[in-house]
Every structure is written in C-alpha cells, then in structure tokens.
C-alpha cells in the first residue's frame, strides 16, 4: 500500500526558532493532510490541501502541497512551548476514504 | 458544536475478555472510522463505517474484531477473546457526508490487555 515518509522523526528546538518539516510519497496523493497529536490526545486537524501547488496558512502553521503531488511540507513560525507534540502528515490511500498516515515528527521546544 | 466523543477513555482487560469500544460522531458527520495506534507509530486504518452499513473494513483483523454504526446510538468497535497484542490506542475519526478526507478524531481509547 502507499507509504509516507516523514521526516524528522524528532526535532528539539529553542522557543522562537522556526520549524520546517516534510513528508514524501513514491505514489500521488491528491490531498494532504496535516495533523497534531498532544499527550493522550486523539490527532488535530491543522490544515487541509487540496490542489497541487497550494499553500496555505493557519495562524502560526504555513503548509504546501508539492507540484509533484508527492509531498508536503508543514513551517512552524515562531515556536512556543505548546507547539509542543507530535505532527502526522496524512493522505486517503488510492483515492478512497480511509487514511494513511506518516510515522510523525516529535516536537520539542525548550522555553 | 461537541467533538467527536470516545468512551471509556481507558479500558483495561485480561486475556481471553471482550472489549467493547464507543463512538459518538460529530453532529451532523455520517461516516465513522475507526483507527489504531500502536506506541511510537502512526494511525492505522481498520474500518470505515456509514449508518447501518461497513463501506470498507480492508483494515479490519479477519478474527475477533467487529464494528458497527446502528440507525441509532454510537458506532462500537468490538474485539472478542482479546490478547496483549491488541493493547493500543484505537482512534474513531468522523467526516461530513462530501468530503471524506477531512476526517475529525476523537480523544481514543487506550486499551490494555492484561
């Protein structure tokens, strides 16, 4: 089945530093999806894209949907200590309803 | 507008017991899935429900695992004769009829398997 990949697996940053991370795909997807999951938490939708080329932004959180429709990217500006967590990228497999997910990147920031 | 609601939040079992999971969609969301998470990974897939009917259960283990999503009340997710590799969070997502990929989870249900 289609498989993401994403990368960092971690990242330990100071508060205020900007955050980048990315998500690949050896198959197309014709949407991403970016999600944040706290401690003991069920996953946050943060952002949704839908069309090649797209960026879009939700206050603090930039995402782009690649050109090749195989990956993604997530920045993160100005990070403070709640950002704290892990971030899934995620897509529907085959064009069905059902997700796939990314293993995730694990957030630190140190105040 | 409330959330997608899971309970019981925490579900502990001994081996060869039936663990029964509950799912309230969003208001107004008419298709539930259901997801699992194993420690240090990502969700996965296990079934994908509308009212009254299983649309995709691919993900679904072939024994022991059930769902359903009745005309009325909560979708449950039933594992019968359970064993400790079924200790996991299981996730319930639900999507408004139109646009199934922006799926909504709620808070889990960590079940451990004693």
């Known amino acids: 089945g289609q498989q993401l990949n994403q990368s960092p697996q971690s990242m330990f940053i100071q508060e205020g530093e900007d955050v980048s991370m990315n998500c690949t795909s050896s198959s197309i997807f014709n949407t991403w999806l970016w999600y944040k999951q706290d401690p003991g938490e069920g996953p946050v939708l943060l952002i949704a894209l839908y069309k090649a080329g797209e960026l879009t932004s939700n206050g603090r959180l930039t995402a782009q949907f690649g050109i090749t429709r195989k990956d993604s990217f997530l920045n993160i500006s100005a990070s403070i200590p709640s950002d704290v967590g ?6 529907p497999q085959g064009g069905s309803e059902k997700l796939v997910f990314g293993k995730g990147t694990k957030l630190t920031v140190n105040p | 507008n409330a959330g997608v609601m899971q309970n019981p939040r925490h579900l502990v079992r001994r081996r060869g017991q039936e663990a029964r999971l509950r799912c309230s969609p969003m208001k107004g969301h008419s298709h539930v899935y259901w997801y699992r998470q194993l420690p240090e990974e990502g969700l996965k897939f296990m079934v994908y429900l509308q009212k009254e009917n ?3 259960e ?4 072939k024994e022991r695992f059930s769902a359903e999503f009745p005309k009325e009340g909560p979708s449950i997710l039933r594992i019968q004769q359970v064993v400790r590799g079924d200790s996991a969070a299981y996730f319930c997502a639900s999507s408004p009829a139109g646009n199934p990929s922006e799926q909504y989870f709620g808070p889990g249900t960590r079940l451990t398997v004693t």
């Open chain 1, 86 to 91: 892990i971030y899934f990228c995620a897509g």
């Open chain 2, 54 to 56: 299983i649309i995709d």
């Open chain 2, 58 to 61: 691919s993900g679904m283990p």
